[in-house]
């Protein structure tokens, strides 16, 4: 593949996973507001109760044969069905799992409710294991707009059920039949548009095959899930349940900034990467653009969300909501580095050292542990800003581990975030004073958001971005190409 051929693929697949990343979570966000608006906080916090289960299992269930199969060059129809069948046979397993455990689960939370909840909200494993081999083949071959399209058509359809449970009184289950409609809404169309049917056959052969790679990425993908959840456990178990929903609520609220960013950016680019994966000098020189457009693109927003938390849930949410602006303050802090280090994570994907992953997810357990027992005495707010402290500490653990695996050096990924993180420290400083000029919430918003930009973008231009250079001259081609 030519150099132009990778920036263009490249370019195609990121708009087309933006897009989708977008759409989602505009709709996402749009019916996630108004159904909070009339469901309680307590429903959430129900359903925040069982979100570490749902996503254990969903690692499990795919095993890292998903990112396997992407990262290797040449597949069979035989591969692709074993793997089918394998993650199908151990969805059906899991849920019946679940099943026999979720008394314990509403035992331990003191939540009788969540046994009948468990049986619904773990519906969606077996139906999401319809569609992994669809959706790892059109990643595969870098078909990305089918999916961004059957992506949106089923969070539409998902969204539009969800408010009119909501508006009817259904209450918590609303929550829980949100993630099974969507599912069976993706599985009904990628089922329908899609050509690719199982064989009947499965080989362990190939299971075995793939899992040397598959293994270390499912066990560094449980322990991340654990991380990333694991403080919805001890805060539903320790504090009151109102203090889980404030947490769900803002972690919601961040990861829908987080997953437009890196979902987009890592989808994209871990297909076409593995394409070039044998080519260590043109992979830095891919690598260091990726940090630079992802450090100038998540950094800037990130500060934003964290300077206007206060108006955007003032706004949007009733009064009962508002406790969840400093969760939500702290959690886009904490999202940087997981953002910045999912996609470091790629690139040592794409090297094949997916043990090196599994290295560095056995430090953020020594840390988290660390930090849990240091602060869970104390209040939510103190443990969610010790959380903030694991995510750098893992992010600095993973420069190191990357600089080892791919030669992208601690001191030049250091030096390909600086500009970006030191303008984004900047239009922070500059923003904060305006919440104590301004009273009302909806032009404090606008204020603040219409200032953040030009402060931004124009320091940029002024320091002479290099990113944003590249990012006008795109802008200028396309509307030459138009005329």
Known sequence: MSESSLKQKTIGA????????????????????????????????????????????????????????????????????????????????????????????????????????????????????????QSTILNKQIRFKPLTQINLYSMTVSGIASLAMALTGCGVWTLALQPVILAAARATLLWSRENWRPQRTFRFAVIRSLFGFASSLLLASLINTCFLNIYSVIIGKLFPQKQLGYYTQGNKMCDMGVSLIYGSIQNATFPIFSTIQNER????????????????????????????????????????????????????????????????????????????????????????????????????????????VTRLLVYIINMIYTAHYTGYRFSMQLMDLLPYAGLSTLMTLLLLPIGGWIENQLLLLVTQAAAGMVIYIGTAYITGSKILKDSLELIRKKKGHEQ
């Open 14 to 133: 990121l708009l087309w996973n933006l897009l989708d990343r977008m759409g989602q979570q505009v709709l996402l966000f749009i019916v996630g507001i108004l159904v909070a608006n009339i469901l309680s906080v307590e429903d959430y916090a129900l359903v925040g109760m069982l979100a570490i289960f749902s996503a254990i299992a969903n690692i499990i269930q795919d095993s890292g044969f998903s990112a396997a199969l992407i990262q290797k060059k040449e597949t069979t129809a035989e591969e692709f069905s074993s793997v089918f069948w394998f993650n199908l046979g151990m969805s059906i397993l899991l849920y019946g799992v679940l099943m026999g455990c979720s008394p314990l689960i509403a035992r331990f939370f003191n939540q009788p409710r969540l046994v009948e909840l468990s049986a619904v909200i773990f519906l969606a494993l077996p139906i999401n294991a319809l569609t992994i081999i």
């Open 281 to 388: 000098e043109r992979l830095i020189r891919a690598y260091r653009k990726t940090i630079r457009f992802t450090a100038f693109i998540t950094l800037p927003i990130m500060a934003g969300l964290f300077v206007t938390a206060g108006p955007v849930i003032r706004l949007l949410l009733k009064e009962e909501w508002w406790p969840s602006i400093p969760f939500f303050q702290l959690l886009c802090l904490g999202g940087c580095f997981t953002i910045l280090t999912a996609i470091n994570n790629n690139f040592i994907k794409v090297s094949g050292r997916s043990d090196g992953i599994l290295k560095i997810e056995y430090y953020k357990i020594a840390f988290t542990v660390a930090v849990v027992l240091l602060t869970y005495r104390e209040d939510v707010l103190t443990m969610v800003a010790g959380l903030v």
